[in-house]
């Protein structure tokens, strides 16, 4: 008895094509909705600096002498990530920032809700100590903003992106294309991926100058605008 052996279909280039055409727009989506929730949060922060300070210092988990200038650096990362990810500049590398960051708030509020902590998360301004604290809902939105931004690291193939885009390695659909031509297309190929490579690595470079700025220039507004920590004691 003869036996035959199946093999599965393969993907359709029809359905590669698709697929290549439709996830560049869920990038995209995210890119823009993390950047809006960004910028809005920096905004708020940025209007209110006092109560960014007083937020921070509710969650207990760093020292002073480490929870000021976070409080003050923190608005002015967060609107140049919000301004990186809008641009698509260096879309794989911000975006994993962007979720550690968000990571990083969905622990904070963690341990204080395990520690029975009674505080507001100051996420989108204001914080500190309240009788009516929203851990769940806080976690949960956050964690939802989590899982965004690794799609989009993940996605790093954006619509509307500055990032360069790096041409897949495909094979030749032309069947009747010469062993020589073949050689100079794949030559061409592989050129054209190594100058993308390296201007995403220019941009890579460009985006964490940008955040090492911006963290710089928070620091010194709230060095230079905001009263000593003394005089806005937790609770105030």
Known sequence: MSTTTVTPPALPDADRRTRRDVLPWVSLAGRVLLAGVLAYAASSKLFDPLATVRAVRAYKLLPEGLA????????????????????????????????????????????AWARGLKIDCGCFGGGGPTEHPQYLRDVLRDAAFVLVAVTVALLP???????????PEEPSEDAHRSARRERQARALQAVRRRHAQERLVRFR?????????????????GAAGTPSPRTTPLGS
């Open 157 to 167: 193939r954006s619509r509307f992106a500055v990032d360069p885009s790096v041409p």
């Open 68 to 111: 000021v200038p976070f409080a003050h650096a923190l608005p002015w990362v967060e609107l140049a990530l919000a301004g990186l990810l809008l641009a698509g500049v260096a879309v794989r590398l911000v975006g994993w920032l962007t979720a550690g960051l968000l990571t990083a708030f969905v622990i904070g509020m963690s341990a």
């Open 205 to 221: 470079w460009l985006a964490v100058a940008v955040l090492a700025v911006a963290t710089v220039v928070g620091l010194v507004a």
